[in-house]
């Protein structure tokens, strides 16, 4: 897939449909839909059909993975179409196959920075310094969660329950740090961890599926990794293992505070009282 400029992110989506996104410009985002079994790939926004070959990576997963408010959940036999306007978008508009409006939020006060799909939740990250989740399910009438407020901007977001994964956790990149909470309880997230992982703002966050063989009895193993990108130009990984282990925290012993003792009077030892005799004597 050719492009003008270097791609700053390509990401895919695994489920009945596949998407690779491409990101050449923050305002400019190309997608390429590849159907399972399929040589033909799809055109999606005006992009050139391309022909080629494409393995099945996963046929379970129903996750979507977006790029600048753009996203695309994909389910059997159907899309289900996120779009906001464009990188500078506050808003999502939630479409069903078409043009067919399914519902409408607005609920950051700044730019939308990374979406996340699941046909009943869409979990959003803004530079308002706020994650947020939202309920698309017209059945379920559910409260909305609270915010989870961080100390800078939000630039990108892992909630890893709507992964492979399905685990309860979604990890979180603000400023240089990333952050990981316990969401079993979306109305109370509970922060587990929190890590200086790089020298500059995180981009991007995902899942790596580690395969190894294990050497003593030749067994396959798959271990849950961490990556994550930044703009100090490395990219890092990390064991999911690892950053689920709250840190222990660091108590100071407690600093006794001694009253000052009252100053005594001046006194005058028997050998000075002495001495002074015998001065005063010999005058």
Not at 239 to 266: D, M, N
């Amino acid at each position: 897939m050719s492009h003008e400029l270097a791609c700053c992110i390509m990401t895919y989506i695994c489920a009945s449909a596949y998407s690779c996104v491409f990101q050449e410009r923050l305002w400019q985002l190309r997608c390429w839909g590849i159907a399972p079994g399929s040589r033909r790939i799809r055109q999606l926004l005006g992009v050139s059909i391309l022909l080629k070959d494409y393995e099945a990576l996963s046929r379970t997963s129903r996750t979507c993975v977006n790029i600048n408010s753009l996203a695309f959940g994909l389910e059997t036999d159907s899309y289900h179409r996120l779009l906001g306007q464009h990188h500078q978008a506050m808003g999502c508009k939630c479409m069903f196959s078409g043009s067919t409006l399914k519902a409408e939020f607005n609920h950051h006060r700044t730019k939308i920075t990374e979406l996340y799909l699941s046909s009943e939740q869409l979990w959003t990250a803004s530079s308002d310094e706020t994650v947020q989740v939202r309920y698309l399910s017209e059945a379920e009438k559910r409260p909305t969660p609270p915010p989870i407020h961080h100390a800078t901007a939000v630039r990108c977001i892992l909630p890893l329950h709507l992964t492979d994964l399905q685990e309860p956790y979604i990890i979180t990149g603000s400023g240089d740090f990333m952050r990981v909470y316990d969401v079993s309880s979306a109305n109370e997230p509970e922060l587990l961890n929190e890590i200086d992982a790089h020298w500059r703002d995180i981009t991007h966050i995902r899942l790596w599926m580690r395969q190894s063989v294990d050497e003593k009895n030749n067994q396959k193993r798959i271990e849950p990794w961490i990556i994550t990108t930044s703009l100090d130009c490395t990219v890092r990984r990390w064991r999911l293992s690892e950053l689920l282990v709250p840190k222990p925290k660091i108590t100071e012993p407690p600093v006794s505070v001694i009253p000052p003792q009252a100053q005594a009077g001046f006194a005058m030892t028997l050998e000075e009282e002495q001495e002074l005799d015998e001065l005063l004597n010999s005058d």
